[in-house]
Structures are given as structure tokens and as C-alpha cells.
T-cell receptor, first 114, second 115 residues
Framework: GQQVMQIPQYQHVQEGEDFTTYCNSS?????IQWYKQRPGGHPVFLIQ?????EVKKQKRLTFQFGEAKKNSSLHITATQTTDVGTYFC??????????????FGKGTHLIIQP | EAQVTQNPRYLITVTGKKLTVTCSQN?????MSWYRQDPGLGLRQIYY???????DKGDVPEGYKVSRKEKRNFPLILESPSPNQTSLYFC??????????????FGQGTRLTVV
């Protein structure tokens, strides 16, 4: 079945440094979504990318979807303590009956040292 | 307010004692699913449902059952819980079909401990 690999598993950064997490899918995706889970919380939707080569920005966060629609990245510029948490990518495909379920990567834990 | 509600939030139980974790959504979503989250393993899908009376196995279905008798509810049933089912469980819902905006909404989570 479809697999989504996400690296790194953990990332320690100093506050103010940049952070990037990467996702790779074993199959071509219809779309990829990104979620953030704060410590003790539940995953919360950040964004969805649909088009090949798509780049979207949300303030200090930049999301990219690869040309082949098999990989994606999330980049945070100048991290802040509020960025702490686990970031998950989730790939989705469409079959004849419509949208299939999301396949999540294992997540990247972002730890920020003041 | 659009939300997914799980109950209970915390549960400690003994091996073999049947339990049900409820999940309800108020967004008229077709698609609902259950995940378990364990350290180092991320979110793994247990079961999912594409609509009423339509359920299917996810990646780790052993030891679990689900039902979807109504669109809004998707309970997770552990007929005979074992310690290896100690985990954090999340219910999620989203629109299905060919709708492109398939953002998943997650419940608050249920932390289950089986002793």
C-alpha cells in the first residue's frame, strides 16, 4: 500500500533558526496535507497542496509540493517558541469511488531551545 | 461550532473488559476514521468509514471493531482489550467523494491504558 516517509523524526533548533521537514510518498499523490500537533493536543490542519510544483505561504511557513507530486516540504523561517510541536504530512489519492483516506507520515518533532 | 467529539478523554481499564470509545461529528462529513498514536510510530489508521454502513480496515485493525449506523457517529469497540492496545486514540472526519477540500478534523483524543 501507499507509504509516506517523513524526515527528520526530531529536529532541535535554536529560537530564530530555520526548520524544514520533508515528506516522500511511494506513489503519486492527488494532494498532500500538513498538520500540526501541539504537545498534549490533537492534529490541526494547516494547508492542502494540490497542483504539481505548488508553493504556498502562511506567514513564516512555506509549503511546497514536488513536480512529480510525490514529495513535499514544510519550511519555517525564524522559528519561535509557538512553533513547538509535531508536524505531520498526509498524502491522499483518489480512486474510482472518490477520495481515499489520508496516509500520514510519522511526523517531525520540532524542539526549540531558547 | 464545527467539531469532532470523543468520549471519554481518559480511560484506564483491565485486560478483557469490553469498552467503547464514542466519536461524533456535527459537520455532515461522509468520511470518518480512527487512528492510534504511539511514540515513534506516528498516526496509524485502525478503521475507516466512507459513509453509513460502509466500513473498512485500515493499517492496524486487529483487536478493534467499528460501526457506522448513523452518519454522525463512529464508535470504536475493543471487545477484549489487551495491554498492547494502550495508546492515544484519535477520531477524525472529513468530506469524502470527489470534494477536493478533504481537510480532516480531529477529536481531542482518548488516552487509553489497559492494565
Amino acid at each position: 500500500g501507499q507509504q509516506v516517509m517523513q524526515i527528520p523524526q526530531y529536529q532541535h533548533v535554536q529560537e530564530g533558526e530555520d526548520f524544514t521537514t520533508y515528506c516522500n510518498s511511494s506513489t503519486t499523490l492527488s494532494n498532500i496535507q500538513w498538520y500540526k500537533q501541539r504537545p498534549g493536543g490533537h492534529p490541526v490542519f494547516l494547508i492542502q497542496l494540490v497542483k504539481s510544483g505548488e508553493v504556498k505561504k502562511q506567514k513564516r511557513l512555506t509549503f511546497q509540493f514536488g513536480e512529480a507530486k510525490k514529495n513535499s516540504s514544510l519550511h519555517i523561517t525564524a522559528t519561535q517558541t509557538t512553533d513547538v510541536g509535531t508536524y505531520f504530512c498526509a498524502g491522499q489519492t483518489y480512486s474510482g469511488g472518490g477520495a481515499d483516506g489520508l496516509t500520514f507520515g510519522k511526523g517531525t518533532h520540532l524542539i526549540i531551545q531558547p | 461550532e464545527a467539531q469532532v467529539t470523543q468520549n471519554p478523554r481518559y480511560l484506564i481499564t483491565v485486560t478483557g473488559k469490553k469498552l467503547t470509545v464514542t466519536c461524533s461529528q456535527n459537520m455532515n462529513h461522509e468520511y470518518m476514521s480512527w487512528y492510534r498514536q504511539d511514540p515513534g510510530l506516528g498516526l496509524r489508521q485502525i478503521y475507516y468509514s466512507m459513509n453509513v454502513e460502509v466500513t473498512d480496515k485500515g493499517d492496524v485493525p486487529e483487536g478493534y471493531k467499528v460501526s457506522r449506523k448513523e452518519k454522525r457517529n463512529f464508535p470504536l469497540i475493543l471487545e477484549s482489550p489487551s495491554p498492547n492496545q494502550t495508546s492515544l486514540y484519535f477520531c477524525a472526519s472529513s468530506f469524502g467523494g470527489v470534494v477536493m477540500n478533504t481537510e480532516a478534523f480531529f477529536g481531542q483524543g482518548t488516552r487509553l491504558t489497559v492494565v
